[in-house]
C-alpha cells in the first residue's frame, strides 16, 4: 500500500511539473515576486497531494517568529519535503542551491524562472562574493533567502559540516536568520521512493539579528540550536 501511495504522488508530480514550467516561461514578463508566487503554486499543490495520497501532514511551532522583512532562514535539509513546504510557510522566497540543479530537463528550467543564486562550489572566495552580490540583489527585491547550510540532505540521526555561506551572507548584508529544525527524512527520506505517514515536524527559532556578528560566530550559533532542536523532534 506504501508503495501505492507513493506512485500515485510521483504519478502527480510528473503531470503537473511541464504545466508549471510551461507557466513559468509564460511569466517571464511579470514582476519576479509575482513570477514566484505563481510558480510556487506547484510545491502548494503537492503539499496537498502529498497529504492525500501519502497521508503526510505538518506541525510547526514558532510561526511568530515570521516578519515581514526580508530574511535569510538557515535550515536542517533532510527531505525534498522542504524545498516544498517552505514555499507554503514563508514569504515569497528563492534558495542558494548548486548551478547543476538548472540544467536538469524541465524541472531545472523552472526552477531557473524562480530568480534563485546559483553557485559554483568549487570558486571558493569566489562563490561567496557572488553569493553576497546576488543575495543582496534578491533581499533589496523583497525576497527572503533560503540556504541549507549542510548542502545536502542528511540522514535522520546524523549531521554534517555547516558551511558558512549562509552566515556569510548574512552578517554581510546585515539581515536577520531565522533558523529551521525539521524531522522531515524520517517520513521522506532522501534517496527513497517510498514515503511513510505520519506528522512532521518543524520548529522556526527566534530572529537572529547579525550586526556585530562574524560569520563563523553566527554559523556556530545556528548549527548549535538547529541540532539542539533536532533532539527534541523524534
Known amino acids: 500500500m506504501l508503495f501505492l501511495r507513493s506512485l500515485l504522488f510521483f504519478i502527480g508530480q510528473v503531470i503537473t511539473a511541464p504545466i508549471f514550467t510551461l507557466v513559468a516561461l509564460l511569466a517571464m514578463p511579470l514582476n519576479p515576486i509575482l513570477r514566484n508566487d505563481l510558480i510556487s503554486g506547484w510545491a502548494r499543490s503537492m503539499l496537498w497531494w502529498l497529504k492525500v495520497t501519502c497521508n503526510i501532514r505538518h506541525e510547526i511551532t514558532g510561526l511568530e517568529n515570521i516578519s515581514d522583512s526580508p ?13 516544498l513546504a517552505f514555499q ?26 524562480s530568480s534563485p543564486i546559483a553557485i559554483d562550489r568549487s570558486a571558493g572566495r569566489e562563490a561567496l562574493k557572488k553569493l553576497v552580490a546576488n543575495g543582496q540583489a534578491r ?8 540556504i541549507f547550510p549542510e548542502g545536502t540532505r542528511i540522514t535522520p540521526g546524523e549531521r554534517s559540516k555547516y558551511h558558512i555561506g549562509g ?15 525539521h524531522n522531515a527524512g524520517e517520513y521522506w527520506a532522501k534517496n527513497t521512493f517510498i514515503k511513510k505517514p505520519g506528522v512532521i515536524k518543524m520548529h522556526i527559532g527566534k530572529p537572529i539579528l547579525t550586526a556585530g556578528l562574524k560569520a563563523d560566530a553566527l554559523n556556530h550559533q545556528v548549527e548549535s540550536w538547529i541540532e539542539a532542536e533536532m533532539l527534541t523532534l523524534n
Open 167 to 181: 552566515a556569510w551572507l548574512a552578517t554581510h548584508t546585515k539581515t536577520q536568520v531565522l533558523p529551521v529544525a
Open 139 to 146: 533581499l533589496n527585491r523583497g525576497f527572503w533567502v533560503v
Open 71 to 83: 530574511t535569510i532562514v538557515l535550515s536542517k535539509h533532510q527531505s525534498a519535503w522542504e524545498t
Open 88 to 113: 507554503a510557510i514563508f514569504p515569497t522566497q528563492v534558495y542558494v542551491l548548486k548551478r547543476e540543479l538548472l540544467w536538469i530537463p524541465i524541472f531545472g528550467w523552472g526552477l531557473a524562472m
